[in-house]
């Protein structure tokens, strides 16, 4: 039974790397004495339960967050507890298991006061229900598909997916597209812990309003009384990502690479405030059929903790609160010692967790009402209605005005993520200073490829643009020695250490008569892993030069990273341990780009991903119906697939 068995006390569940007798999710029957925790005041009623470490107690509270549960018997419980120090890649508290239904509908929204016809949200809303566990939870979700023009699937944004990788919702990778009527269920385990998302990976239509929040509960590195549930800051658009898209291909006969095109406005959690005339135009909302904008009451001295999550299709933002100050307690879903600042950058697809103590700086304003501000980095995105006074802060409930509050001054929006000191993991890793792959052979550019495939010029990171076949993912090819090109898959096949990837904007080993060098920041995403980040910077990348200046010393960690541009060069060097097999997606995550090509497959241990995989019987069975589904309809493939 391995690692799901009861373990009364004193030990910590270790993580078995046996594959599959990992795979029998057991659910406990409750008994009175069973440890909850009841972690929260965002979420009335979840409790967090551990039925199998009798004896146990929850030692997690407003002056303790970092520990979360102590074997309260031991002699020395700190050597039995599990709290932030706790190495959660190897070790985690059984939870229970949980299950949740999710409905991908079309429908027709207005986040911002503006209808979009072709909206595509999961249970009715955009954002979607939050999705909400505890460290050590099994999780089962049902995902089920009513979209009449699109298939879906669901991917859990930055979880590991430890020996599921048919559970990573990446269709023509782990899965076919779901159809419509059809729905595939992803089990998989919280072994992190902190908060992310989860986003349709189905071509562009996560834009499109297919994406919630996820939160899973655990220790933090630094005390707080109260908590937001997770936030989704984002660019909108009015029209579908899938018209959009157009605009950034540009014209696919004249062999120029289009623009990003103009979002209209920015949303935080589902609302936001276009400007636009109701009287001539029918799809702009009056003001009282609006939502209001979004506000929350802060109590004089309290500690909140915010949840934040950058779901953006092109934008980055600096995100700020007028007069108050941030504390920095995670990147991404890795706890990191806490700092202050009064400005965060968050790149698309990254989460920052902050607190902050309500105690706003002089000058107070008279009717306590502050400004959450999201402001564009500079050269990150292009919105028409970019106003970043986006929220409210209220030290009086009964204020319904708007805030006078000025933002902090002598911020930088720079598109840059957060200086690399900050970024200091609490659970460190020392990395090897040997990779053990060959660097050169897995450095890659993102370029421009200049041939025209598929109809126009796309962007690519090998020397393919990506472009995949929905009902033939990468999963059910896993007894294969020769690929697709356009599959862009790289092997690594280690069982230790380091595998280390560069990412250039200046051509290494690319044939600039193939590609051409084009400039842009983009935000990249590895599946599968966290990643620590070696080297980061807008300027040229030096083969022999660049990698003695490699950062090994418990480096920031996380899962995604700015590839930084700048007029010369730009590079992100990465290491990840290759220590899960399966085929791991890395794409930028500029919605505009995956879709253009800039993606790749890292496969990893290829022999070992079918023995972690109890049974691909309801893989191919999602195959079989989206076969059946395409059969009578056309689908005009204009993209990589993700
Ligand atoms: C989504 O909607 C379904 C059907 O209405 C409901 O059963 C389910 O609980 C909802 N899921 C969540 C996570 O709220
Ligand atoms: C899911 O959405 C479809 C389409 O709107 C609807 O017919 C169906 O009843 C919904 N299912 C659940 C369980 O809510
Ligand atoms: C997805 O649906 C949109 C309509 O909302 C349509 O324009 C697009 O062609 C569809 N794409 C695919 C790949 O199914
Ligand atoms: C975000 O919106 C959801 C749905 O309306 C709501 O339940 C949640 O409390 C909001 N989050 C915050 C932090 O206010
Ligand atoms: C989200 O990421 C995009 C792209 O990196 C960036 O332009 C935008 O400023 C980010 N948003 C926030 C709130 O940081
Ligand atoms: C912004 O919106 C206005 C009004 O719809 C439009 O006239 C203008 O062209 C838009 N600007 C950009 C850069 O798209
Ligand atoms: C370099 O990459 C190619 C293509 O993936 C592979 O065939 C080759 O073995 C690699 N060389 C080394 C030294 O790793
Ligand atoms: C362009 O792409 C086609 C099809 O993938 C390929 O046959 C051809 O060799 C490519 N041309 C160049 C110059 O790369
Ligand atoms: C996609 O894959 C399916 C299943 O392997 C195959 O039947 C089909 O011909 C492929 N389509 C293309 C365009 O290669
Ligand atoms: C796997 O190999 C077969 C036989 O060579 C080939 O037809 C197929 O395209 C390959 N699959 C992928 C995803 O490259
Ligand atoms: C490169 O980065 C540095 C430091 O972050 C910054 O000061 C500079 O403006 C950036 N240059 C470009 C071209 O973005
Ligand atoms: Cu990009």
Redesign the pocket.
Known sequence: MGFFTDCSRALLTILSLTPASNRHFSQHPLALQDITIEPEKASPGFKCQYPSLKGWTNCNGPNSRDCWLKDSASAQPLFSQYDIHTDYESVFPQGIHREYWLNVTDKVISPDGYLKTEGKVVNGSYPGPLIEACWGDDITIHVTNYLKTNGSTIHWHGLRQLHTNEADGVNGVTQCPIAFGDTFDYKFKALQYGHSWYHSHYSLQYPDGVAGPLLIHGPSSANWDEDWTPILISDWSHRSAFQDFYVELGNSTSGVLGREPTMQSIVLNGTGSYTCDPSTDKNCLPQNKRKPIFSKVFQQGKRYLLRLINASTESAFVFTIDNHVLEVISTDLVPIHPFKTESIHIGIGQRYSVIVEAKPSAPVQKDGNYWIRTVVSDGCGTINQSKPEIGVIRYNAGSTALPTSTNHTGLSTLCADEPPENLVPVVPWPVDHQAVNDVLNDTFEAFVSNNVTHGALRWDLTDTPLWL????PTI?NLGNTTWNPEYAIIQESYDRGYVYIVITTQAIRKDPSKNTHSVAAHPIHLHGHDFVILAQSNQTYDVSATPKTFNFNNPPRRDVALLPAGNTGGYLAIGFKPDNPGVWLLHCHIAWHASSGLAMQILERQSEILPTIPSLDPTRKT?KGW?KWLAGHVLD?DDSGV
């Open positions: 076949n929905f009902s033939n059910l195959c076969d493939q």
